[in-house]
Each structure stands twice: as structure tokens, then as C-alpha cells.
């Protein structure tokens, strides 16, 4: 149980409670990071005259100050509170703990940022044996008293006293059966004082002391267990998926309750002003008739449309909000109008109708795919909402990843079994799991997973988002399970009722078939349908308004993009994708292939020039000819090629057969060679005889290189009238004099080659600084370089003295424990990576004026990577070819918010 000790005031009152509601606002749409989102919201929708119960927020403030003092409350919040209640009485009428009318109220959290799902609430917060005596009189309706008071003892028991959650679940399942009931609905009050009785009986059981009733203790016990919440494990995965940070903290909202569950002229519904999944313009949402908020979040009951449109095309009878609440949904949907105009963005808004009055509980930028994301960005950009640099920071450049990768071919057979709702686009395929942990594990371990659940809890975050798809037998669109995945990017059918799951016995029964764990499944997040087995995919088409808002980012940004890649398919799609050129080709790529390993590992382990340069002679027209494939595909533009550079013993034969190949290929008697592999064993070969070492002991490595370079640069050059730019990087550089080495075959082979064919291109000659004597000595590397690319993936191994290839086992700790605010190999250590990169930019500019610098490593194609790299004005980043337009669109960002 989160405590609700109150602390003696030590210094000077701050304030903490800020009301809203009832002709009040203290706070407002810019008060984000003090009130939070839904504090900030609910104070500017009051203030512009919706309809929003009266409330207060207890600030973010307060959530870090109650942890800093050992999870407990100064003294003075509880004069604020007092305060902010007495605000919600006067504006109501009602009174807290009231036995003849009393108020009752909700206890929400309200990050900055939208998590939805991830932390506590409690409703009907206010009611005892007393209290819902005196709501069934005033309510004229005992039954819905009854059901409030036993929503609000489970819920309580659940998030404030930490119960077993499930044996409330089964004492009310119980209770239907015996009735023959189906529906909660079906229930009258009789049965739900039964319940009652039942649920403090459970709650003494549990917790050893009788449920409590002052109405005061209830406040503090949810508020505390709100704040709780923000620590809680689910709460703590979903910040480090989405780098929330961790000191942010949680806002607390007290507001009177208004109740959809009095009966057929009341409601709860949620909606978006516009299609989540797909970004159409139309109204989108779903609501319950006399039901509570949480029945539709948490997919308890199947919940109806909310337009005849969406009702009409999913063929479903019961009927929708706008034909059984004609005038409220009339009301409601100007209430729509009036939020996307004023936020000027897709809301997310939760909304209950008591006795046919309409009240606005929530709104949120809402959640979407990137599809929808991007169309509502152009839409609203061309509607003139919004302007063009507004459409561009308003997408999320990670989301589209979402759209870089396959869907499910439509001519491709499908083996239907079930079909659900389409809560949230594209298609995976995979094993099926029944919990969040197997998700994890066999992701882990390599596996394609689709999380199979009869609905999906906060719990299950971790699972959620291993998985590559979702499937639940309960919940609508609007359910947990649609509005996580739909943040994730990953697919989600929900609703799919059809589906009996057994959960224990890991098995899934469907259309008279059985399905058990590990079995392959398919799911279509945009048709809902469920298939057995793989279903064959097809790449994206990225046009219309992918190709509009790139265009629109392409106009803003400074930062060239180009893409890391060395086959011709890879830099194909990198041109598709947009990219300006090659930021790095890894030659040693090329020489894994098996028709070249064996004269690569000949010239390895021979012990003479002659040795090596003989079986160099037989990979240079291998390696001219790759080179040829890519200067083609990328005429005109800068291709970097990065000379070889990984370690002597990645290329070594290990097996018989390999030696066998060698000695055969190289006249050489086998025993020799392995004593030669012998000889060339090291300790710890990523500090050792690599990158440009490998070119000092062996120039004529680099020498074939750099000539199969020229000869297929003049080679298309001729042929074409289209010349590349080659620009030759040598790796691992930490001297001048490397470099100068270096340079000077390279320079030589250009010449030869210019003198061979009477052709002469241009070119350039650098290096990779990924060493921080490198980056130290930037300055005189600079004399001889004409260019330096950032290689971050070793930089950041070789500054942090971490191997990247172990650090897995203990990074996460060290993310989680705040050491490094993100992984380093995934978002760039700005701090102490960053400033070698910004001394070496600075000093190699002073010794080279127009010295060209970009990066190359996997920081290329994080989105906050890429601002730093804007900060500090390098020319240029490169990406895997699918994070092209992700470094595209970041770099628009990057170059607008400087």
C-alpha cells in the first residue's frame, strides 16, 4: 500500500493544488510539465467554457517531493487539499462524506506525456456503508449506488491496498452464474449488496483490517497510491521504451464523479476527432451505454460505435451513439470541432453522460499510427490548421518505421480462422505466446512472437512490445491492448470473441480447431483477421503523403543523409528511400562471400608479399566489379569506402576442410598454415591488428583496394558520363602518420590508374576517427585528411572502455539506475562521446577550413543523435538504408528547432 503519512512542514509552504472547474482555472494548456497533461488539459478546457466537472490537481511537484522525503506528504498539502475539495462542493452542491447527498470523486494520474494505461485511478472514491445509502436516495436508484460501491471497493482493494485483484474477478463471475446471468448489467441491486458484503469480507481477509470508511483516509490512501504508481514495474518499462524520464513525475486529479452507469440516458464513451489508425477525417470512437469509463478502456464489455457510418460498415446491430443519443452526440460532436481547433491536433478525448448531460473528462494530443500520423499532419497542414514546419515537427521519426517494412501480400492464400477488430495497422506473423514473460523470452532468443491474451493489462507492457503482434479475445478499439500497440507501432487485433483461450493450458480453440503454444499464427491489424500459419509479405509503397511531408522536411533541413550499405540491393532501397550518397560501404562485407574467403584467407596466412599479392590479384576484379555495381546505382554522388578493417582472425579458417581449401588454393602444405593461423592469434583482437595497422604492415591490401576503387570509378565514369566521388576512408586511424602512410598508396594507386586508362577523376582521401587519440590529435590528422567521418559505434566503445557486444548484460541496469540517461549504442553519450566528437570537429576545422564531417555509426539514424549532430553543424549523417527517412525527417526537426 502506497502511504499517506503526513510529514512535519520544515520549510516555507509551496503550492501544490491547483482547482479547475466551476468558472476556475489556475492553470492551463502550458502548465504541462507542473500539472501534467490531463491537469493542464482539464484546467484550458474549463477555461474556455466545456462542460468539465470541478476538480483540482496536485502537481508534479509534490510527486517529487514525495519521494525525495521518504514517500510521505508535508503538512501543508492538507490544507490545499481541504481547500481544493471545499472548491469541488461549493461548484457542486454536494459534500464530502455527506450521508445524506454525498460527493464522490475520481483520483486520476496525469504525467506530461501521455502513458496511457501505466499508472492508477480510483473512482467512486467517497463511498461507505453510509454514503450509499444517502447516493441511492439522491439518485433515486439503488441498484446503481450498490454497483458504484462495489466498483469502488474492487477497485480500492486493487490499486490502494494491493489485493489479489483476481479474487474479486471470480467472486463476481460467481455471483453471475449462480443468477444465470451473462452481463454485469443483468444484476440488480440485491446482488450487489450481496457482492458488497462479499468484497469486505475479501478485503478483511487479505489485508487483516475491515475496509475503510472515513472518507478522508480513502483520499489520502489513492493519492499516495497514484504517486505509487509512478515507480510501479509497468510504469518504469513503458518510460524507458518511450525515454520518459524518470524524474518527470506524476500529476494527482481529484474531480467530481459523473456517473454513465444511471441507467439508459447515461454513458462513457471514448473518442478521437479523427481515425487513429488510418488519419481519415471521421469521427472515431466507441462508448457504452449505462457503464463506467473503465469498461471501456478495459475491454470488459464489447462497447458500440459511435457514428451510423462506422456502425454501418462493421455490419454491427447495436445501435450507435449518434442514433440512440441524437442531441448529446450532436453536442458532443461540437464539442470535437471545438478541441481540434483550439489544440490544433488530433484529440483523444474520454466523455460520460449523466441523464443525458455531456462532460468532458480527458483530452490528449491521441495517439496513432504513423500512416495516420502523417495524414493528419499534410491534412491539416493543407486545411491551413497548421503550417508546413508545424506538419513536419508534428511526425515522430521513429514511427516511421512503421511503415518501412512489409505487409501482407493480398494475392497470397490466407487460412482465416477468426476475425476481430482492426485496432492497430500492419501484419506479423509469429508463435504464439499466452503471457508477457514467454513473449519476452523467445523474442529474446530470436523467435517471432504474436502475444495471444484474453485481454491485455498495464501488466503486460514488457510482452507487448517483445511481440510482434497482438491478439486478444476482448476489448475494442479503444481497449489497452489497440491504444498500446498503436503507440508501439506494433499490429493488434482485439476483440476477436471467437477465440476460447486457455491460458493454463497454453492452448487456443477457434472455428473447431486447436491451436497450442508455438504454433504460427498471422494477424492483419488493418482487416482484424486472424490466419493460421505464415502468410506471404510485400514491401510498402511510399507515396502520397509520406512523399509530401518528406518533400516539405527535405525543404528544412540542413544535414545531408546518406546510408550505409555495400550490396547493390541495399543501396537501391537507400536511394528509394531518399538518400544523398553512401556514408559508408564496409568492404570486409564483400569478402565474406564464399567464392572470395578462400584467396582471403590465403592472403592472410601467407608469410610473404608475393604470397599475399598473388591472392590479392585474384580478388581485385571480384572487388573492382563490386564497386562498379554501387558507383552505378549512386552515379553522381559521394560514395565513402571504408578500407578493411576488422580483425585478421574474423577471416581464419577454423575447420579441416577450410585449411584444406587454402592449402589447395595456395600450394602451401597445411601444417604450415595453421602454424601461421597460430601466429596470428590475439588476445583481444578489436584492439588489435585491424583498420589501418592491417594497411601499414600489408600496404598492398589497401593498394589492390584503392585500385579496384579508381577502376571502376573511371570505368562508369566513361560508360555512363556520370562520375562518382569516391571518397576513401581509412579506419582506426589514432595518427598523422598513419594517415600520411596511408595516403600515400592511395595516392599512388589513383595515379597509376589515371596514367593506365587517360582518365583522372576526383576523389578524397580520410578517415574515421572512432579513437580519442584521434579525436585529440584531430588537428593534425586534419593536415593530411581531407575528410573525417565519426565511426560512434567504436568511438563510444573505445572512450567508455565498454564492448558493445557485451555490454547487453549489464546496460540496461545501468540505464535503469540512471547512470547513462539511454543506452550509449543506441542514442549518442553527448556528454563524453559527444564532446570528442565536438573538439575533433572544432579542431580539425581550424587545421583544414571546409574539412567535410558526418557520421557513420548507428548513431546516424537516432533522432537524437542526429540533433546533436546538427548542433554542432556537421555536413552530413549516415544510416542503415531503413532509417534514411527516419535521419531525413530527424534532421528537418533538428534544423527547425535550431
Not at 503519512?5 to 482555472?25: H, I, M, N
Request: glycine share 10%.
Amino acid at each position: 500500500m502506497a502511504s499517506s503519512a503526513v510529514a512535519t512542514e520544515t520549510d516555507a509552504p509551496a503550492r501544490y493544488v491547483f482547482r479547475f472547474g466551476g468558472g476556475v482555472s489556475d492553470g492551463g494548456a502550458g502548465d504541462r510539465n507542473l500539472l501534467g497533461g490531463k491537469g493542464a488539459n482539464l484546467a484550458e478546457m474549463a477555461s474556455i467554457g466545456l462542460p468539465v466537472p470541478p476538480g483540482f490537481t496536485i502537481s508534479t511537484a509534490m510527486c517529487s517531493r514525495y519521494y525525495a522525503e521518504g514517500e510521505q506528504f508535508p503538512a501543508s498539502l492538507r490544507a490545499e487539499v481541504a481547500d481544493g475539495i471545499a472548491h469541488i462542493e461549493a461548484v457542486t452542491g454536494k459534500h464530502f462524506g455527506d450521508p445524506a447527498d454525498p460527493l464522490l470523486v475520481s483520483v486520476r494520474s496525469g504525467a506530461r506525456v501521455s502513458m496511457p494505461g501505466m499508472m492508477d485511478t480510483v473512482l467512486n472514491l467517497g463511498l461507505n456503508d453510509e454514503t450509499v445509502q444517502g447516493l441511492a436516495r439522491a439518485a433515486g436508484d439503488e441498484r446503481f449506488a450498490w454497483d458504484s460501491y462495489r466498483r469502488f471497493i474492487q477497485m480500492y482493494a486493487d490499486v490502494v491496498l494491493e489485493l489479489d485483484h483476481g479474487a474479486f474477478e471470480e467472486a463476481l463471475e460467481i455471483a453471475k452464474e449462480d443468477k444465470g446471468y451473462t452481463l454485469d448489467t443483468e444484476l440488480g441491486a440485491e446482488d450487489w449488496k450481496a457482492l458488497v458484503g462479499h468484497y469486505k469480507a475479501l478485503v478483511e481477509e487479505q489485508w487483516g483490517r475491515p475496509f475503510p470508511q472515513q472518507v478522508e483516509d480513502q483520499l489520502w490512501g489513492a493519492v499516495g497510491a497514484v504517486f505509487g504508481s509512478w515507480q510501479s514495474e509497468r510504469a518504469k518499462v513503458y518510460r524507458r521504451l518511450n525515454d520518459i524520464p524518470g524524474d518527470w513525475g506524476t500529476a494527482v486529479n481529484v474531480q467530481a464523479m459523473v456517473f454513465g452507469n444511471m441507467g439508459d440516458s447515461s454513458a462513457t464513451g471514448v473518442a478521437f476527432t479523427r481515425d487513429p489508425g488510418t488519419g481519415e477525417r471521421a469521427y472515431y470512437g466507441e462508448f457504452l451505454i449505462n457503464a463506467q469509463g473503465e469498461d471501456v478502456v478495459a475491454g470488459i464489455r464489447t462497447p458500440q460505435y459511435l457514428t451510423r457510418a462506422a456502425r454501418e460498415a462493421a455490419n454491427a446491430r447495436a445501435p450507435s451513439m449518434e442514433e440512440a443519443m441524437p442531441a448529446v452526440y450532436g453536442e458532443l460532436a461540437r464539442v470535437f470541432e471545438t478541441l481540434e481547433t483550439h489544440y490544433r491536433d488530433m484529440q483523444d478525448i474520454e466523455f460520460t453522460v449523466e441523464r443525458g448531460a455531456l462532460w468532458m473528462l480527458q483530452t490528449r494530443a491521441g495517439k496513432r499510427t504513423a500512416k495516420a500520423a502523417l495524414k493528419i499532419a499534410v491534412d491539416m497542414a493543407q486545411e491551413g490548421l497548421i503550417d508546413r514546419e508545424t506538419a513536419v515537427l508534428r511526425v515522430d521519426p521513429l514511427a516511421l518505421d512503421q511503415l518501412l517494412h512489409p505487409t501482407l501480400d493480398p494475392e497470397a492464400p490466407r487460412d482465416v480462422v477468426a476475425k476481430g477488430l482492426p485496432a492497430s495497422p500492419g501484419a506479423a506473423s509469429g508463435r504464439i505466446v499466452f503471457d508477457a514473460e514467454t513473449a519476452e523470452q523467445r523474442a529474446n532468443a530470436g523467435d517471432n512472437v504474436i502475444l495471444v491474451r484474453i485481454e491485455t493489462s498495464p501488466e503486460d507492457i514488457h510482452g507487448m512490445h517483445a511481440a510482434r503482434g497482438i491478439l486478444t479475445a476482448r476489448g475494442g478499439m479503444t481497449s489497452h491492448a489497440a491504444v498500446v500497440a498503436r503507440g508501439m507501432g506494433r499490429p493488434c487485433v482485439s476483440g476477436a470473441g471467437s477465440l476460447a483461450i486457455d491460458a493454463k493450458a497454453r492452448t487456443l480453440r477457434v472455428a473447431g480447431r486447436s491451436f497450442k503454444e508455438g504454433d504460427i499464427l498471422t494477424i492483419d491489424g488493418a482487416t482484424g483477421e486472424v490466419m493460421a500459419g505464415e502468410v506471404a509479405t510485400v514491401q510498402p509503397e511510399l507515396a502520397g503523403d509520406f512523399g509530401t511531408l518528406m518533400a516539405w522536411a527535405d525543404e528544412k533541413r540542413r544535414l545531408a543523409v546518406r546510408a550505409n550499405a555495400e550490396t547493390p540491393l541495399d543501396c537501391r532501397t537507400a536511394r528509394e528511400f531518399g538518400a544523398e550518397g553512401i556514408g559508408l560501404c564496409r568492404t570486409e562485407h564483400m569478402f565474406f562471400e564464399a567464392g572470395r574467403i578462400t584467396a582471403v584467407r590465403q592472403m592472410i596466412l601467407s608469410d610473404s608479399e608475393k604470397g599475399r599479392r598473388a591472392a590479392l590479384d585474384r580478388l581485385l576484379p571480384e572487388q573492382r566489379a563490386d564497386f562498379v555495381a554501387i558507383f552505378e546505382i549512386m552515379a553522381g554522388l559521394p560514395v565513402t569506402i571504408r578500407l578493411l578493417d576488422p580483425p585478421l582472425h574474423e577471416f581464419l579458417p577454423h575447420e579441416d576442410a577450410e585449411f584444406e581449401e587454402v592449402a589447395a588454393a595456395s600450394g602451401v602444405a597445411i601444417e604450415k598454415l595453421r602454424q601461421r593461423a597460430a601466429e596470428l592469434h590475439e588476445f583481444n583482437p578489436m584492439l588489435g591488428h585491424r583498420g589501418c595497422r592491417l594497411g601499414v604492415t600489408y600496404p598492398e591490401i589497401y593498394e589492390m583496394q584503392a585500385r579496384a576503387v579508381f577502376e571502376a570509378a573511371v570505368d562508369v565514369a566513361r560508360r555512363t558520363g556520370d562520375a562518382p566521388i569516391p571518397e576513401i576512408m581509412v579506419p582506426l586511424v589514432a595518427t598523422r602518420r598513419e594517415l600520411e602512410l596511408m595516403k600515400a598508396v592511395i595516392d599512388a594507386a589513383a595515379a597509376a590508374v589515371f596514367a593506365e586508362t587517360g582518365h583522372t577523376i576526383t576523389y578524397l582521401v580520410g578517415t574515421m576517427i572512432e579513437l580519442p587519440r584521434a579525436a585529440l590529435k584531430a588537428g593534425e590528422i586534419a593536415e593530411i585528411g581531407e575528410f573525417f567521418s565519426f565511426g560512434t559505434n567504436d568511438l563510444t566503445q573505445t572512450t567508455l572502455g565498454v564492448s558493445r557486444d557485451d555490454a547487453g548484460r549489464f546496460l540496461a541496469t545501468y540505464v535503469e539506475k540512471g547512470i547513462y540517461a539511454k543506452d550509449p549504442f543506441v542514442s549518442l553519450d553527448v556528454e563524453g562521446v559527444g564532446e570528442l566528437i565536438e573538439m575533433a570537429a572544432t579542431r580539425g576545422r581550424a587545421a583544414r577550413p571546409g574539412l567535410k564531417l558526418g557520421i557513420c555509426g548507428e548513431h546516424g539514424g537516432d533522432p537524437a543523435s542526429i540533433g546533436f549532430c546538427e548542433t554542432i553543424r556537421l555536413d552530413y549523417v549516415s544510416a542503415s538504408p531503413y532509417r534514411v527517412p527516419i535521419a531525413r525527417l530527424a534532421a528537418a526537426q533538428a534544423a527547425l528547432r535550431a
